[in-house]
């Protein structure tokens, strides 16, 4: 059974950094495009980034491109999201996602998702 398990969450002020990992088991890794979703509470949850199989290829959100960097090692089946710059609007439940099917980081939609994580907390104050 493939399970992800995200962790690094918290409470940041604004301006601030955090990371956030994605340890994938059960499964292959390197056989998965892997992906950040998020959701802000009231809100439907949103594509953020996406990285290829082999991680050359990544996709970002125009909302956090220049702050926000995804990357992967897939000798350690992690998957990271390096968030810096951090803002208000950048509150939201992270979730971590695979997919099994397609090797790409481009229109990665929650369509495309096999496998989800239980979330991760972010909440950036002012």
């Known amino acids: 059974q493939v399970q992800l398990v995200e962790s690094g969450g918290g409470l940041v002020q604004a301006g601030g950094s955090l990371r956030l990992s994605c340890v994938v088991s059960g499964g292959t890794f390197s056989g998965y495009a892997m992906g950040w979703f998020r959701q802000a509470p009231g809100k439907e949850r949103e594509f953020v980034a996406a990285i290829s199989r082999s991680g050359i290829s990544t996709t970002l959100a125009d909302s956090v491109k220049g702050r926000f960097t995804i990357s992967r090692d897939n000798a350690k089946s992690t998957m990271y999201l390096q968030m810096n710059s951090l803002k208000p609007e950048d509150t939201a439940v992270y979730y971590c996602?695979?997919?099994?099917?397609?090797?790409?980081?481009?229109?990665?939609?929650?369509?495309?998702?096999?496998?989800w994580g239980q979330g991760t907390q972010v909440t950036v104050s002012t």
């Open positions: 996602a695979a997919d099994a099917h397609y090797s790409g980081a481009y229109s990665y939609t929650q369509s495309r998702v096999d496998y």
